[in-house]
């Protein structure tokens, strides 16, 4: 970034006057001194270089950014602006109006890009009643548009939209008698179902399409207060019609995240009062 002329003749007046053959001779403080004067010149002509230089930094890397092949975390931030319903300018991948003046039309509050082969697919999730949704087909059919639009040429897209890959463990938890009931209700009544809340928490919290850790999860059923042992014997998630694939290790969601199944969960959730 190019200095202010003040910086750049201080920078030279101090470098001249420490000189120890010319310092000496040239003592006078006014500001017309020939000396001076010629400091100011000097100094008026490294920052127009100065400047020049920033200009063709700008130009480069303005030339750069048009031309390099984009990451995938560009396609998700790109992906991220689109607006819903506006019409986006000819030969440009950015709007008339950023950010919208009407915020409502930013309708995708998550994405995510995955290089598969031959193809980059692109997953996209709006927010419904402070819960992921998938985009309805007209939605889709939009944002598909506006990204064939502004994608590199030559890259082949795939864009989904997905309703959330269906999640269903299978536990027996041991809870502590004085905390909790046999419905796994706190006896103070602040929750009536704890160990649910926390399987939807922990499925909240996962970045989208982030993998689940079946280690991690255990960990926070075994955190919920009240639960002595959260006996993990199975857990499972599926998408579409798919089969349903048992988690060993970790789960990378198809639409990107997951969403409690509550009838599976009532049927395959028992609590056990835990004596020692």
Not at 22 to 43: C, K
Request: charge should be negative; include cysteine; glycine fraction near 4%.
């Amino acid at each position: 970034m190019a200095r202010s002329i003040a910086q750049i003749q201080a920078a030279i007046v101090a470098q001249v006057q420490s000189d120890p053959t010319i310092g000496p001779s040239l003592t006078s403080t006014s500001i017309v001194a020939i000396w001076n004067l010629w400091t100011y010149v000097v100094a008026v002509c490294q920052w127009t270089l100065e400047n020049l230089f920033d200009t063709h930094k700008d130009e480069v890397s303005g030339i750069i950014a048009t031309q390099k092949p984009h990451s995938l975390q560009w396609y998700v931030t790109m992906a991220k602006a689109f607006q819903y319903g506006v019409v986006l300018p000819a030969d440009s991948d950015t709007y008339a109006v950023v950010p919208p003046a009407d915020p409502t039309v930013l309708i995708i509050s998550n994405a995510a890009a995955v290089e598969l082969v031959n193809l980059v697919r692109i997953k996209a999730a709006k927010m419904v009643s402070a819960s992921l949704a998938p985009l309805n087909s007209i939605e889709l059919t939009a944002f598909t548009a506006y990204m064939a639009k502004i994608k590199d040429a030559g890259v082949r897209l795939q864009c989904t939209s997905s309703a959330a890959d269906t999640f269903q463990p299978t536990m027996v938890i041991y809870y502590d008698p004085l905390v909790l009931k046999n419905d796994g209700s706190r006896i103070d009544g602040t929750a009536t179902t704890p160990v649910k809340d926390a399987v939807n928490a922990f499925l909240d919290m996962l970045p989208f399409n982030g993998v689940f850790i079946l280690n991690s999860f255990i960990a926070a059923m075994q955190a919920v207060s009240g639960v002595v042992i959260a006996d993990v014997q199975s857990v499972q998630a599926f998408y579409g019609s798919i089969t349903p694939v048992v988690i060993d290790v970790q789960y990378t969601p198809d639409a990107g995240y997951m969403a409690l199944d509550p009838t599976w969960f009532a049927a395959h959730v028992t609590y056990v009062a835990y004596s020692a």
